[in-house]
């Protein structure tokens, strides 16, 4: 009895809030009907997917010509400066909305799903944070990010075995070649074996030079007999 009274006041409760603080797209600003979340049906819809997965000689897979063997590489969707998707990634890393990396990470996974060069992959590995900015962010964007993918996948998440050994300044506000400087050496896996013999897709939020993903994906293929793919939410034109 209790809890029907609890359950009718939590409902109420809710509308109310939704009367007073409306949820509005993330992306277009409109008002959001009652099955929508974060985003409105028409900016899914509209979201600038690049189509990657389906052509192995992409843009993504290009940054890593010549610099580190990657088997496929992808990026769900072009992010433009000033492009109101830039809020998709704004909500995920800074705003700390989980359950939209999760949701995003299921999108993503959905059409690696049905995609040849994603078919064999055998575990997901998120780009991992250090365990300072984990413990102050309370959270990795990737690893959310990552959960989603490996559910649609339905592959195994592997998180702490590639791990991060320098806590390095953000990315964001460095030129190309600082951006290389700044991560190169600083992943390492603790346990090789965990990762030898497997088809690996490393995960990220946003691909720009491409200078974390290659720091990630040394170590991974020193692991015997590793293969290494990537898929990120966005690719970032810089
Ligand atoms: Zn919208």
């Known amino acids: 009895m209790n809890q029907h009274i609890f359950a009718n006041l939590e409902h109420t409760f809710n509308d109310l809030l939704e009367l007073f603080f409306p949820s509005l797209c993330i992306a277009c600003g409109n008002r959001l009907v009652s099955q929508e979340k974060y985003l409105c049906l028409s900016c899914w819809a509209d979201l600038p997917v690049t189509n990657f997965h389906l052509e192995a000689e992409n843009k993504v897979a290009q940054i890593f010509w010549?610099?580190?063997?990657?088997?496929?590489?992808?990026?769900?969707?072009?992010?433009?400066?000033?492009?109101?998707?830039?809020?998709?990634?704004?909500?995920?890393?800074?705003?700390?909305?989980?359950?939209?990396?999760?949701?995003?990470?299921?999108?993503?996974?959905?059409?690696?799903?049905?995609?040849?060069?994603?078919?064999?992959?055998?575990?997901?590995?998120?780009?991992?944070?250090?365990?300072?900015?984990?413990?102050?962010?309370?959270?990795?964007?990737?690893?959310?990010?990552?959960?989603?993918?490996?559910?649609?996948?339905?592959?195994?998440?592997?998180?702490?075995?590639?791990?991060?050994?320098?806590h390095t300044s953000t990315q964001t506000k460095k030129n190309r070649l600082e951006r290389w400087q700044n991560v190169e050496g600083i992943f390492a896996v603790k346990n090789p074996e965990e990762f030898s013999g497997k088809h690996l897709l490393l995960i990220d939020d946003v691909a720009t030079t491409g200078a974390t993903l290659e720091a990630c994906a040394e170590p991974l293929l020193n692991s015997e007999n590793t293969k290494v793919s990537i898929a990120t939410l966005a690719y970032a034109d810089i």
């Open 66 to 166: 010549g610099r580190v063997q990657i088997e496929n590489a992808t990026a769900w969707f072009h992010f433009r400066k000033g492009s109101n998707y830039q809020q998709i990634i704004h909500f995920i890393k800074y705003k700390g909305i989980k359950e939209l990396g999760l949701e995003c990470g299921k999108r993503l996974g959905s059409c690696l799903a049905d995609s040849e060069g994603y078919k064999n992959i055998d575990a997901i590995v998120p780009v991992p944070l250090h365990p300072k900015k984990h413990k102050k962010r309370g959270f990795n964007q990737s690893e959310w990010i990552a959960k989603g993918i490996s559910e649609m996948l339905e592959k195994p998440l592997i998180t702490g075995n590639l791990h991060r050994k320098i």
